[in-house]
């Protein structure tokens, strides 16, 4: 990076140099490779291959089997490859020698699924979990069986086999040896002192008839893994609902915003580990030597697609902060992409007892008792969240690029940050091979807005040249977060540096390179002219020296290049805006390669293009596709045909959408019992931290009651209940049964009624709010605290709607 001195430049390190830590986020800067001419790149890789996967954690049981094939639709169209999902011991064997794989319990079921739809899958099989599951997935008889947990006691291992036999002979035929798409299993999670007893699980669960070609733990924690017998995996939150309820951003999570070749997070997991801190003082550092990493692939199984809320600590997690430390990790070294949670999901209640955490089964945080929404980019209801498109903005680009990224090491520049609490250095690192690679980016992080930077050039070293993006400094605003290509091919021509982020590349019988203005700085494109005659487009093309310069671009679907290299083929480039590349979608549909920007969430299925919700009343589909298909709405006749491609914007196809329907009927609420006295704040003695209300305590909540009228439904479409409230704890019953539960913490509480239709319309549903008081010692978002408490408290239920998710089906 320059301002008004001359730039300096970042090396590539020769692949297997494993950086010396210099500081939490810093690596030392080694030499050069030898030049070679830079006309010299890779060649062209098989786009597709997912050599980064993005896995995303999906609990099955958590689920209901019914809708399992949509919820995976939608998480194939964010562009996660591998699911990952838990196999909670304590919902499947709740009673001792009692299994249960019925209904959202039947793991097979879900596998069979993920393989149907073309997605890999690990298997987190324990035996212990965590997972905010009670005892961390334990039955409570096995806690009560003489034995000692989590090592090699005969009288535990004695235990585990049987579950593991089970799980065995769920997974037969569906591991990667039969060709089947489980590609990994987890022994265990967050053991850090046993690296005996997994080898002993791993033993195990290959007798079962358990096997895959990846074995995977979780590292963090300085844990003490068997060396090559499992791949450790590394995590990274951009908040942390275990830690206390101090008023401020967890110290653990500000080091995920700083490129860097540190892995480790011994803050996750700190709150059940002998001797840990869960307050981290440590600012996520690990701060231990993690040289013996280098023989292992840069991996991650719990990148934070959001958080969970503790009733003493309830966070809200924004969209830029999961994009921006998911970038992060990309941009230090990661080859493997794992969020936790990326589906939310709801808690079972067994036979027995409640199955979440709790102060009451030794946890030091209380969770609710149903929901475990995580915030995630899909939630508990399968809602779309903003996280869900910046992400998949994310994926698309791995889907392309992650072959080529996945042997590009890390670089860092000799004037990183060192520091933690540095808020005034640009954020910056390199990806590369020696000939090409990405630049990254990070100019966000939560809680505290890093500053603008002015005069910004970034000057990079590549096969003995040096690269200078972009031409003329520019200004990188507060929560810029970007990747720029550096000497990546484009057809049969050499981009040299681009200002804008690669998104995929479409085959539409020449290839075409979409990308993304990044930042709202001026997308420039600058090719090396050795490799390209001419550019053709709304741009203005210049040559300088051995450089042939595009600028003036105004992205959108119209911007769109036409590139002809010196061997006379020829690429297309298309450079969208921001707001339309987040809408973007990517897969084959109608027989063709197609890119669709839709303000209504997207989802393939075969030949049927999905679309959710009422936003925008047009599809952009480029190519556009011939003939024409038909729309059929959920709400009209399957099958009809409503609507046609009508008309182009740019490049783009436009497809109207039907007219939205008029609004949702309205819920009638009724107001059936004012609360009673706020209840004084309950402070756990073991973990000192506030504890959450007892069945008991919300005999004192105000109750309303709530009709939902039958026409609020239509087909088997989903309809959120949401409601705007404040106050501290609410639950929702039906005819008496708890469905749904919330610790306020700001946004609306969205309750999804399809699982519950029949009972709702016959019954309608119950609502149970407790007032919050002014001293509760729970963390609350700066963004959301109560603006007054009169008398000390508050409570108020501000408007229960109704928000229809209506699927309209093209094609």
């Known amino acids: 990076m320059t301002r008004g001195r001359p730039p300096s430049a970042a090396h590539h390190r020769a692949a297997g140099d494993h950086p010396a830590r210099r500081g939490p986020s810093a690596a030392r800067r080694p030499a050069a490779p030898a030049g070679r001419d830079h006309r010299q790149f890779p060649p062209p890789q098989p786009r597709g291959t997912a050599l980064v996967p993005d896995h995303g954690e999906f609990h099955y049981a958590r689920y209901p089997a019914a ?21 909670f011991w304590n919902l499947h064997e709740e009673r001792r020698g009692v299994f249960d794989w019925s209904g959202d319990r039947d793991l097979r079921r879900f596998v069979t699924t993920c393989a149907e739809l073309g997605l890999d899958v690990v298997v987190r099989i324990g035996p212990w979990a965590h997972g905010e599951s009670r005892n961390g997935g334990f039955p409570d008889w096995l806690l009560d069986g003489g034995c000692v947990p989590r090592t090699d006691d005969p009288r535990y291992l004695a235990l585990v086999r049987p579950f593991f036999a089970q ?349 993304t203005q990044t930042a709202g700085l001026p997308a420039e494109l600058v090719f090396d002219a050795a490799t390209v005659t001419g550019v053709e487009g709304p741009a203005t093309v210049t040559t300088s020296g051995g450089d042939v310069v595009v600028r003036g671009l105004r992205p959108g679907p119209g911007c769109f290049l036409r590139v002809t290299a010196a061997g006379g083929g020829t690429a297309g480039v298309l450079v969208l805006d921001h707001d339309s590349a987040l809408t973007a979608t990517r897969g084959r549909l109608w027989g063709a390669d197609r890119l669709i920007l839709s303000d209504r969430p997207a989802v393939l299925d075969g030949d049927h293009l999905v679309l959710y919700g009422n936003d925008g009343d047009r599809v952009l589909i480029f190519p556009p596709p011939e003939p024409a298909p038909g729309i059929a709405a959920s709400e009209t006749v399957p099958g009809s045909a409503v609507g046609f491609v009508s008309g182009t914007d740019g490049v783009f196809g436009v497809l109207p959408l039907p007219p939205q329907a008029g609004g949702p009927p309205a819920v009638v609420v009724e107001a059936v019992k004012e609360a009673g006295p706020a209840r004084p704040p309950v402070i756990d003695p073991v973990s000192g931290r506030a504890s959450a209300p007892v069945d008991a305590d919300f005999d004192a909540a105000a109750v309303y009651h709530l009709t939902i009228p039958e026409d609020a439904f239509t087909g088997d479409d989903e309809v959120l209940l949401r409601l705007d409230w404040t106050g501290d704890a609410g639950r929702a019953y039906l005819g008496g049964r708890l469905v749904a539960d919330q610790f306020w913490h700001g946004p609306p509480w969205e309750i999804g009624l399809r699982r519950f239709r029949d009972e709702v319309l016959e019954r309608g549903l119950e609502l149970r709010l407790l007032p919050l008081r002014e001293d509760a010692p729970v963390y609350l978002s700066p963004a959301f605290r109560p603006p007054a408490y009169p008398d000390g408290t508050v409570l108020e239920l501000r408007s229960a709607t109704l928000v229809p998710m209506p699927r309209t089906v093209i094609g």
């Open 67 to 87: 809708e399992w094939r949509e919820e995976l639709l939608k998480v194939r169209a964010g562009g996660i490859t591998v699911v990952a999902a838990y196999v």
């Open 167 to 515: 799980i065995g002979a769920r997974l037969r035929g569906l591991t990667r040896e039969h060709g089947g798409p489980v590609v990994a299993v987890q022994l265990e999670n967050e053991l850090h002192d046993q690296p005996g007893h997994l080898l002993t699980l791993k033993e195990l669960a290959r007798q079962a008839g358990i096997d895959a070609p990846l074995w995977t733990a979780t590292g963090w924690g300085h844990a003490q893994l068997p060396p090559d017998e499992v791949i450790p995996l590394f995590g990274g939150y951009p908040e942390a609902a275990w830690d206390t309820a101090h008023d401020g951003w967890p110290a653990q999570s500000r080091a995920h915003y700083f490129f860097g070749p540190g892995r480790d997070d011994d803050s996750i997991g700190a709150d059940l580990r002998p001797g840990g801190d869960s307050s981290g003082d440590s600012g996520g550092d690990s701060g231990g030597d993690e040289s013996h990493l280098a023989r292992y692939p840069f991996a991650t199984c719990e990148l934070g697609g959001g958080m969970y809320t503790a009733y003493h600590r309830r966070p809200v997690v924004p969209a830029a902060d999961v994009a921006a430390l998911a970038l992060v990790k990309l941009g230090s070294g990661s080859v493997w992409q794992g969020y936790y949670m990326y589906h939310g999901a709801s808690q079972k209640i067994g036979e027995l007892s409640t199955l979440q955490e709790s102060h009451a089964t030794g946890y030091p945080n209380d969770c609710p008792v149903i929901t475990y929404d995580f915030q995630a980019p899909l939630g508990e209801y399968g809602q779309f969240r903003d996280s869900y498109r910046h992400l998949r903005l994310q994926h698309l680009w791995l889907a392309c690029d992650g072959p080529d990224l996945a042997t590009m090491t890390l670089t860092m520049p000799p004037d990183a940050p060192a520091d933690p609490a540095d808020r005034t250095s640009l954020r910056w690192a390199v990806r590369s091979d020696g000939r090409s690679g990405f630049l990254f980016v990070n100019n966000h992080q939560p809680v505290e807005t890093l500053p603008g930077h002015d005069g910004v050039r970034f000057a990079v070293e590549l096969d003995g040249r040096t690269l200078v993006v972009p031409r003329e400094p520019v200004t990188v605003p507060a929560g810029a977060c970007f990747a720029w290509p550096l000497a990546r091919r484009v057809g049969d021509c050499l981009l040299l540096t681009a200002t804008a982020q690669p998104v995929c590349v479409i085959d539409a019988g020449e290839p075409v390179h979409v990308f």
